[in-house]
């Protein structure tokens, strides 16, 4: 009985983990529909200064951190903790980072398109 406990749980960890891979996958896939120009470079950019860089730094390389805000990652290196296609960071700017959402959710403050020229100005400035 005990054994049948286990594998139940088993189970449903199992069917939660993949759903979650699922949705991962479903935002990995997601192709960024505003065009890499350098009008959405420059309107990416003007957005991140005033909405990102206070953390992540003017030029996205990373902030220290502060007594409320933990420190916050690298944009322009090729590390990506939490996904680094176009649509992984358009959700995780969009819906912030589960659970401790220091890094918050911008979906209410930002549209779409503001979102996805972000992303188009951290191509432009991501080291080679
Ligand atoms: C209050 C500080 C703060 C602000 C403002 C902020 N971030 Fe973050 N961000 C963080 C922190 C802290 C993390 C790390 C979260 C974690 O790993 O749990 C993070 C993580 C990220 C990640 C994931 C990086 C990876 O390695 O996968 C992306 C992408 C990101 N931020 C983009 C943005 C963008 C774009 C904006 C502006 C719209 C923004 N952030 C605004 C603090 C912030």
Not at 48 to 71: E, L, W
């Amino acid at each position: 009985m005990a054994n049948l406990r286990i594998h139940v749980a088993a189970i449903v960890w199992l069917a939660a983990a993949s759903l979650t891979a699922q949705g991962d996958a479903e935002h990995a896939k997601l192709k960024n529909p505003v065009l890499s120009t350098p009008d959405s470079i420059a309107a990416g950019r003007a957005v991140f200064t005033k909405a990102c860089a206070p953390c992540h730094g003017v030029n996205a390389t990373g902030g220290s951190g502060n007594d409320i805000s933990p420190p916050s990652p690298d944009l322009t290196d090729a590390e990506w903790q939490h996904g680094g296609s176009d649509g992984e960071i358009f959700f995780n700017v969009k819906d912030g980072i589960p659970p401790d959402l220091n890094m918050g959710p911008f979906g209410g403050r930002l549209e779409d398109d503001e979102i996805w020229k972000i992303v188009n100005y951290l191509r432009s400035i991501a080291k080679k």
